[in-house]
């Protein structure tokens, strides 16, 4: 294949993270990346921009957004799923769940980027999702949206989905350890705020996801947990005591760790 060398460095960042995926470098249509430099594809050469048996192939790991009929967001990335040779791979798929991702190494440039020609999806478990048998992988979903986490053995769940004059669409998860006067609720809301003496805030960031946290008159405990654009409508709420908090605080972090929302379009 003739190509014309534009001397364009890129650096492709292949692979992404649970916390703080980034997506991959965009990369013109019609280029791909050799020796990391950018190169022009020959769009005359056997009447095609890629032959198969030189078809260059880039992999990159990241968290199911959303799933819709010919795209799925992963990362913060729409990846074309119309021309994939199985389309059965993708039955098993759910949002929350961490896939590999192969594709030709173009990215188009627009807001989310995109990948347009994907080679396959294949979905993956961690070492530790693996060991964790026990923890168990819950969804909630509502005609705004959907939440999905892990839950820590040993704990309960129990959705809620309300319709409230003044705040509107409201679902979401009250979670249970132990006891069930204690507990958090991770959910979405038309109006979520705080306010009142006393208050607190502390910034913080959960599954890649920045957030604020409410603290009241001193306390160690958060009362709120609010999450900020594009997840301005989620947020975690605490009813239970400074107690039952510190005991629950280890696990509390790996759950909010592994949240994933995903507003409907």
Known sequence: MKKIILGITACMCLT????????????????????NTAVMDDPTENGTDRAEPDRKEYMFTGTIQQINDKEILVS????????????????????GDT???AY??????????????????????????????????????????????????GWEFREYHNEEENTGTAFGFELYHGDKENYITVGRCEQFGMCGTGLETRAGQY???????????????????????????????????????????????????SLVFSDTV
Do not use: H
């Open 16 to 35: 992404l993270t649970a916390c703080g995926d980034t997506a991959p470098e965009p990369v013109k249509p019609g280029y791909s990346i050799d020796n």
């Open 207 to 257: 599954n890649g996801m920045n957030a604020t946290a409410c603290f009241y008159d001193g306390s160690d405990t958060w009362s709120a947990i609010l999450f900020e654009p594009p997840y301005e409508n989620y947020a975690v709420m605490c009813f239970a005591d400074n107690k039952w908090m510190s005991e629950n605080s280890a696990e509390m972090e790996e759950l909010l760790d």
């Open 76 to 95: 913060d990335t729409y990846v074309n799923t119309a021309d994939l040779t199985d389309p059965d791979s993708l039955k098993d798929l759910r949002v």
């Open 104 to 153: 030709d190494g173009i990215v188009e440039e627009t807001y989310p980027t995109r990948i347009p020609n994907t080679y396959s999806i294949t979905s993956v478990k961690s070492d530790i999702e693996n060991e964790q048998s026990s923890s168990e992988q819950i969804t909630v979903t509502d005609s705004k949206g959907s939440i999905v986490l892990t839950l820590p053995d």
């Open 99 to 101: 896939v590999v991702v």
